[in-house]
């Protein structure tokens, strides 16, 4: 069975940094591209990131580009997200997410983590 | 940047009926990079329909996608009372790019 687990969600100030977790199992983790998917209380979702299967590239939309940073640890089958110079826009639940082997969507989400930034 | 708009927003049914939910895209776009998910609350999505017309693994047949250019449907036939939840829909940019759908709410009437 899939298992995503995220953590590190805390309450944290505008401008400060947090570092957020997911620890994977289940299925072969360095098989697969990894995402973070976040989605505001209430609202839609946003995609964040995602990194492919050996760490070699990285992608982020214009939103969170050069704050977050994606990152894994294969040897641990554990995906990081490093998010940086955080201001309430950020508020979210952040859900570690699979890519499908394609890797055009999302195949397995974890429960989330949620991010507030408030003062 | 392609925008994925949905329609309705909430659609209010009763169990048994059909449920017809929308997703249009701003520009032509392939069938092979459009998805739908369903998130119950305090629930993660879960993938039900890729490819715009393939179950997702464990998915009912009641589920269906449809559609092709711009313009693309899920289809739930004979409504249970547990596919009362909020659906999306996603597809895949270049870049790459991972775009949803603003949502549609799908409640009891």
């Known amino acids: 069975e899939v298992r995503l687990v995220e953590s590190g969600g805390v309450v944290v100030q505008p401008g400060g940094s947090l570092r957020l977790s997911c620890a994977a199992s289940?299925?072969?983790?360095?098989?697969?591209?990894m995402h973070w998917v976040r989605q505001p209380p209430g609202k839609g979702l946003e995609w964040v990131s995602l990194i492919t299967w050996d760490g070699g590239t990285t992608h982020y939309p214009d939103s969170v580009r050069g704050r977050f940073t994606i990152s894994r640890d294969n040897s641990k089958n554990s995906l990081y997200l490093q998010m940086n110079s955080l201001t309430t826009e950020d508020t979210a639940f952040y859900y570690c997410a699979k890519g499908t082997a394609d890797p055009l969507y999302f195949d397995y989400w974890g429960q989330g983590t949620l991010v507030t930034v408030s003062s | 940047e392609i925008v994925l708009t949905q329609s309705p927003a909430t659609l209010s049914l009763s169990p048994g009926e059909r449920a017809s939910l929308s997703c249009r895209a701003s520009?032509?776009?392939?069938?092979?990079?459009l998805a739908w998910y369903q998130q119950k609350p305090g629930q993660a999505p879960r993938l039900l329909i890729y490819?715009?017309?393939n179950r997702a693994t464990g998915i009912p047949d009641r589920f269906s996608g449809s559609g092709s250019g711009t313009d693309f449907t899920l289809t739930i036939t004979r409504l249970d009372p547990d596919d009362f939840a909020v659906y999306y829909c996603q597809l895949y940019g270049t870049s790459p790019m991972y775009t949803f759908g603003q949502g549609t709410k799908l409640e009891i009437k």
């Open positions: 289940g299925f072969t983790f360095d098989d697969y591209t």
């Open positions: 520009q032509t776009v392939s069938s092979n990079f």
């Open positions: 490819g715009a017309f």
